[in-house]
């Protein structure tokens, strides 16, 4: 057995055990905590698939937003939890247990009627790469050869957010998104507010840039920039926009709409919905790139701000 | 790859790994939640900065070695803030008790 | 050289599974906390050392991306979902 094996028994064994505690324990706040880890554990699996893509999704999204979602949630949770202590009857437990099981089972038999060698378009993503000169084969799937998919995804988070915002009080509507937060302005959250962001847009811009050749693209960059965006909101510094401001309802549009835009050029000057003329096929991807870290960014950013809450100079 | 990198990522790769075995050494040990937290972000800290610095004579550009070290520097900056963090949430929650 | 990098890689993720059993034991949610920043050292170094194993450069940028992101957890932690951060602040919190 090489030690390159031994490694990935290890690893796995890692991340199933702390899959399992998360799973036992009983107190929600832990789970929370195991599980937030577990995310970054993955990252490392991906990481020796050589999906590092992924991975860096993973670490993007489950470090910092899906992490301060989750562990906030669990935090206010336990505050108000009086009335969720008692226990489910037994015919509860047991339709959850089979329900559980035969979730298992048949997962287990799906895995094992794979057909082997797997059904891959990965050989033609990599050989028609030169369509939009773009070398990593992720941002090409995404932006081009299933570019419809990535534009209704974005769609997606402009529906998300509007439904975020629909549970807004009627009082409240047009105000700022989520609670004024407040620190100490001498403290270590405000110091740590002020370094990193600088660093963290660097990063995110970069993470942006290098997604055309290697791993990493808009939305990871997005997810970094939104938590540098959360981390200056937590620490006071910054205040998010009323919902009512068009500016913050241009940036929320972007991506989509520019997604739309050139789809319907390319349907009225190319060959197809969202088909890209070749020698443009590069700056036009750039372009929507930018447009959708934008909108991604300030989606995210506000999909954990919450709903509008206080009005103006409240 | 020279020699005399090989020589220092080995030393120093080594080094860090030790580290990383003083953090947990320590962490298993120590009897309370501050000095566990100590142990966590001053031991791993040093173990990163030491597989980083192991890791710059195999990095294949320059900007990786910038980036490398660039890990480690905000490693330093969030070990430092976390610690302060979480003990004060400690402390608080002792005090509250 | 790739056999010790290896195992510098294997041992490290041990020594973070050790850690973790200790950590997620309790007995405050502060130590649970720390398992976060736990993962954030050892993780990176893990990845770091996986990425020249692999000869995958791109591990550097996920690595990265955990480095910058490190203190998030720990911050939603000590916010508790509230707008105000009482734990934190120049001021010293010692009982009276």
Known sequence: MSIA????????????????????????????????????????????????????????????????????????????????????????RVCAAILSALTAATLAGAVLVL????????????????????ANPVTNVLMAFRAMDTMLEKVVLLLAIIGVWSLAPDSAW????????????????????????????????????????????????????????????????????????????LILVAGPGLFLVVGIAGLLFGSAFLSYPPAQAKPLILAIEVAMILTIAATLGLLLAGAPERRTGQ | MSLLGDII??????????????????????????????????????????????????????RDGFKLVSIW?????????????IARAARQGESAR | MTEFLTAAVGFILAMLALGLVSILRGPGDADRMMAMQLIGTGGIATLLLLGTVASLPAAIDVALTLALLATFASIAFVKKGLSSLDADGTAPTEPK
């Open chain 1, 5 to 92: 094996t031994i490694f990935e028994i290890v690893l796995a064994a890692v991340v199933l055990g702390l899959g399992i505690w998360t799973i036992v324990v009983r107190e929600t706040y832990s789970a929370t905590v195991g599980f937030v880890a577990y995310g970054l554990l993955v990252a490392l699996i991906w990481v020796r698939l050589d999906a590092i893509d992924v991975a860096l999704t993973e670490a993007a999204i489950g470090g910092g937003l899906g992490g301060v979602l989750l562990l906030g949630a669990a935090a206010q949770l336990r505050d108000s939890e009086p009335a969720v202590t008692d226990a489910a009857g037994n015919a509860v």
């Open chain 2, 73 to 85: 520097l905000l490693g330093l900056l969030a070990g430092a803030t976390v610690s302060q963090l």
């Open chain 2, 9 to 62: 990522t080995i030393v120093a790769v080594s080094a860090g790994a030790f580290f990383f075995l003083a953090g947990t050494v320590g962490l298993l040990r120590f009897p309370d939640t501050l000095t566990r937290l100590h142990a966590l972000t001053k031991a791993d800290n040093l173990g990163l900065g030491l597989v980083v610095l192991g890791l710059l004579p195999q990095a294949a550009s320059l």
């Open chain 1, 115 to 134: 057909p082997d060698p797997a059904p891959t378009l990965a050989p033609a993503a990599v050989s028609n790469a030169w369509a939009t000169s773009l």
């Open chain 1, 174 to 249: 047009g105000g700022h998104p989520g609670p004024r937060h407040q620190a100490d302005p001498h403290g270590v959250l405000v110091f740590l507010a002020r370094l990193l962001p600088p660093i963290g847009i660097v990063v995110g811009i970069y993470v942006l840039w290098t997604g055309a050749n290697h791993p990493g693209g808009a939305f990871q960059g997005g997810a970094i920039l939104a938590a540098m965006w959360l981390l200056a909101i937590m620490a006071g510094l910054a205040d998010t926009p009323p919902v009512s401001s068009r500016r913050l309802r």
